[in-house]
């Protein structure tokens, strides 16, 4: 027996059945470096998946490493929200800055679903209702309020919920019944749907929209860009909050803006943030306006949210960032690598669709009838690991090839992944 199968064994016994594993063959990651990552049975694989996101600068990054050691060296690993945190704090002043957000504040927890778990208190005590709109093809976490706003199925664990949620159309085109609208009456459409549901299904006085701008788990899905910006038209008609989800999209990762929700020209009244702050630190959080954020009466605070650690690595990543213009390079060779891909696909039937932004591209694999194909997209997903690429899978039809690698991605890396998946393809 190999050293995977005998993890995964161990693993069988004491873990979860419903936490998924990748591959017929799961395998274990024991070393990496750049977009590089290595097995535990010394397999060496270009990473386009990145953590799911998470790892936005790549591995072993000198500036983020040192700052982790310099704040391990002072022993403080942990102090709670109860005392000051000088990284905390510092980095609570960068992200209220680049949030275009007025008179920001900002709360961080350890991943994106206490972020949306939060921005849901929010929303809901600030307004003073339990109703919230969500889009269809959603993911929003996997705790008790995230999973009622997750519009997805094959995510969504329990129909019990905290709040009240209404159904929206607009996050996923390919197979909307508006899909073969232009831009400009797709906008339109959704809009209208917006404003029935509304009138429909709610009691008017709604707490909030929460949207993704690119919907990550449900396959890289996006509307035409505008369409939250005719949405807030309508929220703001009957004082709904909006709140951008911006887990996967932030921190530069779609290329042409720092925040996937610039591209419909709006600014939100919170957003929410997680993975790839941290580069693989446990770190999220919520960005307000600062009388949304301070709307709470009762006593709070998080823990470990926040923490030195945590803290100290996500101002080392978001400074590398920054630094080193990641959202530039996003841009650049999320260009050629949608484009080669969209070349590849032309003579390849099975592919229905290739959309995305920047280093965020989805490939939705279909069957002759036009049907999703899971079976396809597994197909990919075990073809590119056996070649030395590790791509990520979604949809809500499970049909739907993720790539989202390291920003710091390279021409040559790019040249080699489109290789590897124009031969699988």
Known sequence: MGQHEELLARHRAVMPDWMALY??????????????????EGRTYLDFFAGILTNAVGYDVAEISDAIRS??????????????????????????????????????????????????MLATRYRRSDQVLALRNSYHGRAFATVAIT????????????????????????????????DADYVK???????????????????????????????????????????KEVLDE??????????????GRTGEHFWGIQAHGVTPDAMTFAKGLGNGLAIGGVVARGEVMDCLTANSLSTFGGNPIATAGALATLDYLLDHDLQANAAKLGERLLDGLRD????????????????????????PDGAPDPAGAVAVLEGTRERGLLVGKGGLYGNVIRLAPPMTLTEDEVEEALGILEDVL
């Open 344 to 367: 590849i696909a032309a003579d390849r039937p099975a592919v229905g669709d290739v959309r995305g932004k920047g280093l965020m591209i989805g490939i939705e694999m279909v069957g």
């Open 151 to 182: 519009g997805n199925r094959g995510w969504s664990a329990s129909s019990l919920s905290p709040v009240k949620v209404s159904w929206v159309h607009g996050g996923y085109r390919f197979r909307s019944p508006f899909k073969d609208l232009s």
């Open 23 to 40: 591959y017929e063959r799961p395998i274990e990651l024991a070393s990496a470096s750049g977009r590089r990552v290595t097995d535990r």
């Open 238 to 251: 009957y004082g709904i909050l909006l709140v951008s989800d911006e887990v996967q999209t932030g921190w």
């Open 189 to 231: 459409a959704c809009v209208a749907d917006l404003r029935e549901v509304i009138e429909t299904t709610t009691a008017g006085d709604v707490a909030c929209m929460i949207v993704e701008p690119i919907q990550g788990v449900g396959g890289f899905s996006s509307p035409p860009d505008g369409l939250f910006g005719a949405f």
């Open 71 to 120: 704040q391990l060296s002072t022993g403080v690993l942990h102090s709670s929200t109860l005392y000051l945190i000088r990284s905390q704090v510092e980095l609570a002043e960068k992200i209220a800055g680049l949030s275009g957000i007025p008179d920001a504040k900002v709360f961080f927890t350890n991943s994106g679903t206490e972020a949306n778990e939060t921005a849901l």
